[in-house]
């Protein structure tokens, strides 16, 4: 079945600057690859996703590439500020199996 | 803007009783699911729903546990006879298209 490795899984930035998480997926079949934020005790919320037919997805301050052939994809946050403090998920999904599977998460701090 | 919503916000039982997550999806969505989170690691995703039958399974979701869409809103999910390694975040999600909309979770505390 598919899997998802993400990395790292801690990362600490200094305010200000770019963080970037990297994931890796194994099946060619997935198509959709969702990027979600989970803060302490709530519920993992989407931030920016990208579908298989797409290279690169920007929305403001947070940037998602694709690279199909590789099977890698990234997550990049310029500009960090501390409310991006939280934890990362990278996900993929097929339309064959219907599910999301998760990376084990990246936790991001931001350091004043 | 719709959300989905999960009760209870946290259960506690003990150990070999049943429990009832419930769950009512986004109105207009379709496609129904339920994932787990064990303190401190990555969603584990369970089950998916789709039409009054489940389309897909994971390995976690053994013979002791069971969704349910009793009526037009509610999604159910059951576990007969809880384990101490039940213990989780169970996130409930449905979707029109793709993205997935989550719930609060409930927190399952089994003692």
């Known amino acids: 079945g598919e899997n998802v490795e993400q990395h790292p899984s801690t990362l600490s930035v200094q305010e200000g600057d770019s963080a970037v998480i990297k994931c890796t997926y194994s099946d060619s079949a997935s198509n959709y690859f969702p990027w979600y934020k989970q803060e302490l005790g709530k519920r993992p919320q989407l931030i920016i996703d990208i579908r298989s037919n797409v290279g690169e997805k920007k929305d403001q301050r947070i940037a998602v590439t694709l690279n199909k052939t590789a099977k890698h994809f990234s997550l990049h946050i310029t500009e960090t500020q501390p409310e991006d403090s939280a934890v990362y998920f990278c996900a993929s999904y097929m339309n064959r199996d219907d599910k999301i599977i998760f990376g084990k998460g990246t936790r991001l701090h931001i350091l004043p | 803007e719709p959300e989905v919503t999960q009760t209870p916000s946290h259960q506690v039982t003990q150990m070999g009783q049943e429990v009832i997550l419930r769950c009512v999806p986004i109105s207009n969505h379709l496609y129904f699911y339920w994932y787990r989170q064990i303190l401190g690691q990555k969603v584990e995703f369970l089950v998916s729903f789709y039409n009054n039958e489940i389309s897909e399974k994971s390995e976690i979701f053994d013979d002791q546990f069971s969704v349910e869409r009793p009526d037009g809103s509610n999604f159910t999910l059951k576990i007969r006879s809880t384990k101490l390694e039940d213990s989780a975040m169970y996130f409930c999600?449905?979707?029109?298209?793709?993205?997935?909309?989550f719930g609060p979770g409930t927190r399952l505390t089994v003692t």
């Open positions: 999600a449905s979707r029109p298209l793709n993205e997935q909309y």
